[in-house]
């Protein structure tokens, strides 16, 4: 199924970009983290605060396998640690074209100043974490992606305009 799938960092624009992609290409948009927290009736932090990580990475797959079964082509925004998974690795690839939204950790940092939302970047030195878990990420990211965009130094236009040229 051609869905168009986009990976990448915490605060790299796979929500925003993908809202933008869907009405441009007609197509309707799946959040997995909007559609995991629908599904549990709670936030993606309250998820991790009651139920671990290791739970939502569950829920992240079997996200991943219903799209699997949908017959709908769809523009499809994933949470950042989603492709790490081995299982949800071989998923992606049959899901369709993976675009990673490829940003530095600096413009991450910047983005997500005073975020709350991010289990996995709060405590102390945040920029340490996003540092250290860009680099464990980055060659899975690279690996997966059928397209990559480097978004750091483009307007919000621009990352629309060069996944649209590149996706068929
Ligand atoms: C996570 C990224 C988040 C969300 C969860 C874990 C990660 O999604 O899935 O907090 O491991 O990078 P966004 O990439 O949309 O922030």
Redesign the pocket.
């Known amino acids: 199924m051609n869905n168009i799938i986009l990976i990448?960092?915490?605060?790299?624009g796979?929500?925003s970009i993908g809202v933008r992609l869907s009405y441009g290409c007609k197509l309707t948009m799946v959040?997995?983290?909007a559609e995991?927290e629908r599904q549990q009736g709670c936030s993606?932090?309250e998820l991790?605060a009651s139920k671990g990580?290791a739970y939502?990475r569950q829920l992240?797959t079997e996200c991943l396998n219903k799209l699997l079964q949908d017959k709908e082509r769809h523009i499809i925004?994933?949470?950042?640690?989603?492709p790490?998974r081995k299982e949800n690795q071989e998923l992606l690839s049959q899901l369709g074209t993976v675009v990673y939204l490829r940003v530095k950790p600096e413009t991450v940092v910047e983005r997500l100043k005073g975020d709350k939302?991010?289990?996995?970047?709060q405590g102390d030195n945040p920029q340490e974490k996003v540092r250290k878990?860009l680099s464990e990420?980055k060659e899975t990211y690279e690996r997966l992606a059928d397209i990559i965009v480097d978004v750091d130094q483009l307007s919000f236009e621009q990352i629309v305009e060069q996944i649209t040229r590149q996706i068929v």
């Open positions: 990448g960092f915490m605060g790299c796979k929500s959040d997995t983290d995991i993606i932090s991790f990580e939502f992240e925004s994933t949470g950042g640690g989603l790490l939302s991010r289990p996995l970047l878990l990420r």
